[in-house]
């Protein structure tokens, strides 16, 4: 029996990124009843992992995450890379694919406070850590007197900041608090239709190269066919909204009834003003719903909406 891998699968190092690499990797074993040898991890340092100061729509956006990620894939060292699809841009380089994603987590954003019960119980003029600029306008809408600041980084660092009372409140995706075993820390979820999440959260994407038939094969059975519809309609809808991620948008698709429903936000960065839109469709439209539902809120958006 061959002791070679069979795939080398591409993660990066941050504790979340290991937690998605390595179910990802007992998902394969379970699906093939390879032995975890076969299926090494390769922790590949991206530049974002080196930037903790800035928020990183400044800095450079979404594909300072994925980089070196996608060379590795391109030049061979590795078969596999395992993204947060939040965090995967909308335009990949040329001869890599998505291949799919896993079974969705929990999509919510968590409210994390030591002193408040959730974001309308927090005090006038409290403050809030976050380094989204969809976080930043949501809360802004919500609560127009609350004072949000640049807050990155683990979640350890934030509670600490939290506990030393630097900061009132911060918002994390339940999905990463999850898969990190760290639900014990959350303050309150807030309901998708009051707090939407993010396109792509609570997804795992899984990137091969484009020709690559046998690693295509291989993960197909521990693809989400549920996760893909809502997936290619959020990420259509994004496309058609904004490539920078500098943009406040906000996005969530869902099976409802067996039709697939898209949810869509865009926010003046103040949260002073914001448009949204919902669009039901045949799952197997999913692109076009996404696109759709963004070109409405396009051509709904005043001159100047998005300026701060
Ligand atoms: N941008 C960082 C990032 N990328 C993915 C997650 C969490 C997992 C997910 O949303 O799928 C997080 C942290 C957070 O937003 O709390």
Redesign the pocket.
């Known amino acids: 029996m061959s002791t070679s891998p069979a795939f080398v699968i591409g993660t990066r190092g941050s504790p979340?990124a290991l937690a998605q690499a390595h179910e990802t990797q007992r998902r394969l074993i379970d699906a093939h009843g390879l032995p975890p040898e076969r299926l090494p991890l390769q922790i590949i340092k991206t530049t974002g992992d080196r930037i903790q100061d800035r928020a990183l729509s400044e800095a450079g956006g979404k594909g300072l995450f994925t980089k070196e990620l996608d060379i590795a894939l391109l030049e061979g060292s590795i078969d596999l890379g395992v993204h947060?699809?939040?965090?995967l841009p909308t335009a990949l380089p040329e001869g890599i694919v998505i291949a799919g994603y896993l079974p969705r987590?929990d999509v919510r954003d968590a409210f994390i406070s030591l002193h408040a019960r959730n974001l309308q119980d927090l005090p006038e003029g409290a403050v809030v850590g976050s380094a989204?600029l969809r976080r930043q306008a949501e809360i802004r809408r919500l609560r127009p007197d609350v004072k949000v600041t640049l807050l990155r980084g683990n979640v350890e660092t934030r509670l600490a900041r939290l506990k030393r009372g630097e900061i009132d409140a911060t918002l994390?995706?339940m999905?990463?608090l999850r898969r990190l075993g760290l639900t014990e820390h959350v303050t309150a979820v807030l309901d998708v239709e009051d707090f939407l999440p993010a396109v792509g959260?609570?997804?795992i994407a899984i990137t091969i190269r484009a020709d690559d038939e046998k690693v295509a094969r291989a993960v197909r059975p521990i693809l989400h066919a549920e996760t893909g519809y809502a997936l290619a309609a959020e990420r259509a809808f994004l496309t058609v909204l904004d490539g920078s991620c500098r943009t406040p948008i906000a996005g969530h698709a869902r099976l409802v009834d067996g039709e697939l429903e898209i949810r869509g936000l865009v926010l003046r960065p103040n949260g002073s003003g914001s448009l949204d839109v919902v669009r039901r469709g045949a799952p197997e439209d999913a692109a076009a719903l996404g696109r759709e539902a963004g070109l409405d809120l396009r051509a709904r958006m005043p001159d100047g909406f998005l300026d701060p």
């Open positions: 979340l947060s699809a939040k965090d987590e989204s994390l995706a999905a990463g959260q609570g997804a």
